[in-house]
C-alpha cells in the first residue's frame, strides 16, 4: 500500500456569479492574485498525479462538494486513476479546512472524532481550557483499509501565540494518542499510522519540548527521521525563510518494524522557488511564490505487500 499526504492550502470551492471556482492555493487573509487559481488547482492535481499513492490524506480541503469537484475537474483531467472512496466530514475549524481522504482501497470504516472532548478522554485540562469544548482544532479522521488504520490529522499552526497554540497542539496530540490506545487492541502490536500536518516547527522551542512528544516519544515511530536531518523539510516560510517539517507520519512499532526500510519520499516539486533549498525539477508552470501546487511538500511512503 502506498500512502501520501498534502496540506492542500485552503482547497474550497466557491461559485462567485454562479460559476465554479476552486480557490487557489494561498491563505484566505493574504490578498493573492485569483487569476492564478486554476493554475494552481492544475498543479495540486499534477503534484497528486506524480505520487501515485493507493491512499492520500488531505488537509484543508473546505467540504465533501469540493473533494469531489477537485477529483472530477482536475484529478482525473491530469492523468491519475479514479478515487473511488472520498470522505470529507465537518470539523472544527471556523473557516471550514477540514481533514480528508481518498482511496483506491476499501474503506471498511471511518469516523470523525471532530466532537470529543478532553472530559470524554480521561484527559486533565490545563488550567484555562474548557474540557467540555471539542480538542481537536480541526479533526481526527479515522479511516480503516486493510489491515491498516490511519488516523489523519492537522494540528494549531503555531500563530499568532506560540505559547497557546502549543498548549492546543499538546493537547491535540494527548488526544490522538487516547484515541489509537482506545481503537488498538495492542498498540505497539497493532497497525496503524498517524498522518497528517501536525504543525511542529522545526528547531528548538523557548516552551519546552515539542508539543506532539507524547506521539513521537515512546509511542510511535517517525518514519521522517529515516530521512537524512538535511532532507527532514516539507515546508518554508517565506516570512522567517526557515524551513520546517510539520507533515507527518507516526507508524506503530510494528508497522515500523514490519518495514524496516520504509522510508517517507518528499515531493517538493510543486513548491515555489522562493524554497531555494530545494534545488531540483519543479512541476512546468510553477513561479517563485506562485504559481503552485501548495506551501507544502507532499510525502508518501510504501508499505509492499499491505
Known sequence: MRIGTLNAQN?????????????????ADVPEDQALDPIDRRLTAGLLTELRADVVALQ??????TLDYFHEEFLLPAGAPPYPHRICLPGNDGRGLDVALMSRRPVAAFRSHAPVTLTELDIAAPEGVDPDRPVFRRDCLMAAIGPLTLFVCHFKSPYPDATAAWTTRRLEALATRRLVERHAKDPANDLWLVLGDLNEPSGDSAIGDRAIAPLETGFAVDLMQRLPQEERWTYYDPH???YHCPDAMLASPALAGLYPAAKPVVHRKGLGGEASRFHG??????GR????AS???????EFPGL
Open 281 to 286: 525539477s519543479r512541476l512546468a508552470g510553477v
Open 289 to 292: 511564490h506562485r504559481p503552485h
Open 240 to 242: 522567517s525563510g526557515r
Open 295 to 301: 506551501d507544502h511538500a507532499a510525502v508518501v511512503v
Open 60 to 65: 484543508e480541503v473546505f467540504d465533501q462538494e
Open 11 to 27: 482547497l474550497r470551492l466557491q461559485r462567485p456569479g454562479g460559476r465554479d471556482h476552486l480557490h487557489g492555493a494561498w491563505d
